[in-house]
């Protein structure tokens, strides 16, 4: 077992070697240009990308014509808002998304704000979900637009996709969804799952940094976007820019293997955080699970360990790379947005870790690290004047520590 271990298979995964190995000619023999037309170094560019556009779309259940490929979800999202709300803000100016999306998302929302649109923010129930009912109730005349996360980057929980998806177009308002954390880790079908657009990223599903996709409907409804990047009219003319092949390659290759292994994947992920979740659960009192238990992801646990601060208990397990519910946004330590959306005090956030499992987490790795975290929060707790207090049945709550009478 190698140290230290890494539990933060959220935040980015490993390349899978087997994807490694379909891009490395990409890089030197098979150097071509995808765009270039007249050889055949051109054309072997050209073929890899067209291959690697239907594994993706074989992943989300889509056709490869409605692939556009970008440098990662951060992209595809921008484009997927900014887009929409150009195209069709002469029909409205009204948006809707939620309190618990990525920051990629809520600062495309502000920015779009700033031009003139209007959006509402759905809080979500204590476990991190919307639901079709609140989206129901949001939908106005002039919504051109729904953007909601399918599952949350930081406590794992999933959205009723489908349902919400079903109800946009029953109003004819265009839906997307951040599938980052879902696509490769769930089952997800654009067309079944009533999606209009959807990003992803290859650095979350065991492929290279730096290159993700859009998928864009071609009909029912046919999305049209305003490009964003204005070039040689790549991508159908969504996305200009030479394209990245050998990334390309590899988010091609992580797409099958992650459809491939979809099942097992998530069996092993499930299993090793039920085994890690149950001994942290058995051996400490004051901990609490964020997010909903039973929609969430498989391979995510949020953890709060209540008296002890998030920061400090992270600089206490130095051989686990995990990262701290308040997620030190440009470290600010403003607890995390996603757990003050859920009714989490700021107290409970701060103490509060993320788990992520993967495919090359082992069951000793995990056992190792739960052993660790129960370790760090019995000596921390043992300094912690408030759980001394609780332990004696003292209410914190109602204590008045202004010093006043």
């Not at 029909?91 to 003139?116: F, M, N, P, R, W």
């Not at 946009?168 to 839906?175: A, G, S, W």
């Not at 942290?280 to 238990?293: E, P, Q, R, S, Y």
Request: aromatic content about 6%.
């Amino acid at each position: 077992m190698q140290l230290p271990i890494y539990l933060d298979y959220q935040a980015t995964t490993p390349v899978d070697p087997r994807v490694l190995d379909e891009m490395l000619p990409y890089f030197t023999e098979k150097f071509g240009n995808a765009a270039s037309r007249s050889h055949s170094f051109g054309w072997s560019g050209e073929e890899a990308v067209e291959k690697a556009r239907k594994q993706i779309a074989a992943l989300i259940g889509a056709s490869p014509k409605e692939i556009v490929i970008t440098s990662g979800s951060t992209e595809g999202i921008n484009l997927a808002m900014k887009g929409t709300a150009e195209m069709y803000g002469s029909k409205g100016k009204h948006i809707i998304t939620s309190l618990v999306e990525h920051k990629a998302v809520l600062d495309t929302a502000k920015h779009l704000e700033k031009e003139g649109f209007e959006v509402t923010y759905l809080s979500p129930d204590k476990k991190g979900r919307i639901s079709v009912d609140q989206v129901r109730d949001a939908i106005r005349d002039d919504t051109i637009l729904v953007a909601l996360i399918w599952g949350n980057n930081e406590i794992g929980t999933l959205n009723p996709i489908r349902e919400i998806g079903a109800l946009c177009h029953e109003k004819n308002v265009l839906f997307f969804t951040d599938g980052t954390q879902a696509a490769g880790k769930i089952p997800v079908d654009a067309i079944a799952d009533n999606v209009d657009m959807l990003c992803l990223s290859g650095h979350k599903l065991y492929g290279p940094k730096g290159v993700g996709a859009l998928y864009v409907r071609r009909r029912n409804p046919r999305v049209r976007l305003v490009a964003q990047m204005d070039g040689g009219g790549h991508e159908r003319g969504m996305r200009s820019g030479t394209l990245n092949v050998p990334g390309i390659v590899g988010l091609g290759a992580a797409c099958e293997i992650a459809m491939n292994e979809l099942e097992k994947d998530a069996q092993h992920t499930s299993a090793l955080r039920k085994r890690f979740e149950d001994k942290v659960t058995g051996a400490l009192d004051h901990v609490h699970i964020n997010g909903d238990v039973e929609h969430r992801l498989p391979n995510c646990t949020n953890i709060s360990f209540n008296y002890v601060e998030g920061e400090s208990l992270i600089m206490g397990v130095k051989d686990l790379a995990v990262s701290s519910g308040s997620a030190c946004t440009s470290a600010s330590l403003e607890p995390s947005h996603v757990l003050r959306a859920c009714g989490v005090g700021d107290e409970l956030a701060h103490s509060s870790i993320r788990f992520g499992f993967g495919r090359h987490t082992t069951e000793e790795e995990v056992d190792f690290a739960a052993d660790q975290m129960i370790t760090a929060v019995k000596r921390l707790r043992e300094l912690s004047p408030l759980y001394e207090m609780v332990q004696e049945g003292i209410d914190i709550s109602s204590i008045d520590w202004s010093g006043g009478h």
